[in-house]
Antibody, heavy 121, light 111 residues
């Protein structure tokens, strides 16, 4: 069955970078777009960006444009999200989520379990 | 401040019908589909309703969605204790630099 398995929790200092991975199982990896969504403690959901797993093209929310990089490794069906110049406000659970296509019609139909990133000095 | 506006909470007794609203604008809800997600504490969101009113396989028909103009609604009929969760609406926005936007979430409590 479809599974998105994310890497474990991270603790980082302000100014550092974090790399979160998301390994896909149970479907054809390159047939779906993959999004990253984050959720600060006690807060709502925030879209960060998307990667087209087949071609590798990306689109990022303007808020994260200068600090986020999303990549994928098709040989291992794994996605990576690097967020740099971390600040305390980046403390959140980061989710990868799958969508059949890019656009209004295509919701996030499967989600990873989430990775808690804590930014603290 | 979320782009889509949801009430922070809603509640009902077992068996009642509860409705959650999600208000937006022409650039998001007015011109695009709305999707709903259910989230239990400490777990990832799960797709509950897609394309305004479609249920994924396995979602009980107690859950229904609708949309009119720039407002969408999620209804839970025959409320059950296991429905106690946070519910989020989401939509594509044509103008923002997102483009995906979410509501702030509604906590449904079963009294």
């Amino acid at each position: 069955q479809v599974q998105l398995m994310q890497s474990g929790a991270e603790v980082k200092k302000p100014g550092a970078s974090v790399k979160v991975s998301c390994k896909a199982f149970g479907y054809t990896f390159t047939s779906y777009y993959m999004h990253w969504v984050r959720q600060a403690p006690g807060q709502g959901l925030e879209w960060m960006g998307v990667i087209y797993t087949a071609g590798g093209s990306t689109s990022y929310a303007q808020k994260f444009q200068d600090r986020v990089t999303m990549t994928r490794d098709t040989s291992t069906s794994t996605l990576y999200m690097v967020l740099s110049s971390l600040r305390s406000s980046d403390t959140a659970v980061y989710y990868c989520a799958r969508a059949e296509e890019s656009g209004s019609s295509y919701p996030f139909d499967f989600w990873g379990q989430g990775t808690l990133v804590t930014v603290s000095s | 401040q979320s782009v889509l506006t949801q009430p922070p909470s809603a509640s009902g007794t077992p068996g009642q019908r509860v409705t959650i609203s999600c208000s937006g604008s022409n650039s998001n809800i007015g011109n695009n589909y709305v999707h709903w997600y259910q989230q239990f504490p400490g777990t990832a969101p799960k797709l509950l309703i897609y394309r305004n009113n479609q249920r994924p396989s396995g979602v009980p028909d107690r859950f229904s969605g609708s949309k009119s103009g720039t407002t969408a609604s999620l209804a839970i009929s025959g409320l059950r204790s296991e429905d106690e969760a946070e519910y989020y609406c989401a939509a594509w926005d044509d103008t923002l630099t997102g483009p995906w936007v979410f509501g702030g979430g509604t906590k449904v409590s079963v009294l």
